[in-house]
């Protein structure tokens, strides 16, 4: 069965940078990208941009461009977003989830059909 | 960007009722939408895929409809588990979501 496992909780300063990996396992890895979204307390859904594991092709939501770098290693099955130059406003859970890839555009395109179990982003002084 | 702006934003319903949620995009996304079932504390769950599609497990009593910019989720028969918050999503370049739409039982 598909699933993903993200990594636990972190509590983060102001300014440091956070590292959240998703271990994707039940299916081919390369065969489709991962995105993800994150939920800030009491809020909804921002999608904050997603990458294939095909070929690497990212692209990220324009708020977050220059603080935000997605990553996959193939040899683990594993994703990575890190989040730079954190501030109190990036607390959320953030989620990764599993979104198919088209072949054509060499970019992920399409709904998110399995999602980890979320990962609790504190940033606090 | 393309804006997503979902209607209601809350609703209260008796079990058995129609329930209907409405999304609009500011432009034209064909059928690239799919909505989202987010029960308080649990992970989103796909619901809908290109705006009309059932998701493999998903009951009958949920169906969507729409193309362009006007989209609407539908809720043939409220039941007491589907107390959620519902939200679409645009998926082509951009992806972005609605805003959301609690769901209550009266």
């Known amino acids: 069965q598909v699933q993903l496992v993200q990594s636990g909780a972190e509590v983060k300063k102001p300014g440091a940078s956070v590292k959240v990996s998703c271990k994707a396992s039940?299916?081919?890895?390369?065969?489709?990208?991962i995105s993800w979204v994150r939920q800030a307390p009491g809020q909804g859904l921002e999608w904050m941009g997603w990458?294939?594991?095909?070929?690497?092709?990212?692209n990220y939501a324009q708020k977050l461009q220059g603080r935000v770098t997605m990553t996959t290693d193939t040899s683990t099955s594993t994703a990575y977003m890190e989040l730079r130059s954190l501030r109190s406003d990036d607390t959320a859970v953030y989620y990764c989830?599993?979104?198919?890839?088209?072949?054509?555009?060499?970019?992920?395109?399409?709904?998110?059909?399995?999602w980890g179990q979320g990962t609790l982003v504190t940033v606090s002084s | 960007d393309i804006q997503m702006t979902q209607s209601p934003s809350s609703l209260s319903a008796s079990v058995g009722d129609r329930v209907t949620i409405t999304c609009r995009a500011s432009?034209?996304?064909?059928?690239?939408l799919a909505w989202y079932q987010q029960k308080p504390g649990k992970v989103p769950k796909l619901l809908i895929y290109?705006?009309?599609t059932l998701q493999s497990g998903v009951p009958s009593r949920f169906s969507g409809s729409g193309s362009g910019t006007d989209f609407t989720l539908t809720i043939s028969s409220l039941q007491p588990e589907d107390v959620a918050t519902y939200y679409c999503?645009?998926?082509?370049?951009?992806?972005?979501f609605g805003g959301g739409t609690k769901v209550e039982i009266k």
């Open positions: 989830a599993r979104t198919p890839h088209d072949f054509w555009s060499g970019y992920p395109l399409g709904e998110n059909d399995y």
């Open positions: 432009q034209g996304i064909s059928n690239y």
């Open positions: 999503q645009k998926y082509n370049s951009a992806p972005s």
């Open positions: 990458i294939s594991a095909y070929n690497g092709n990212t």
């Open positions: 039940g299916y081919t890895f390369t065969s489709y990208g």
């Open positions: 290109a705006a009309s």
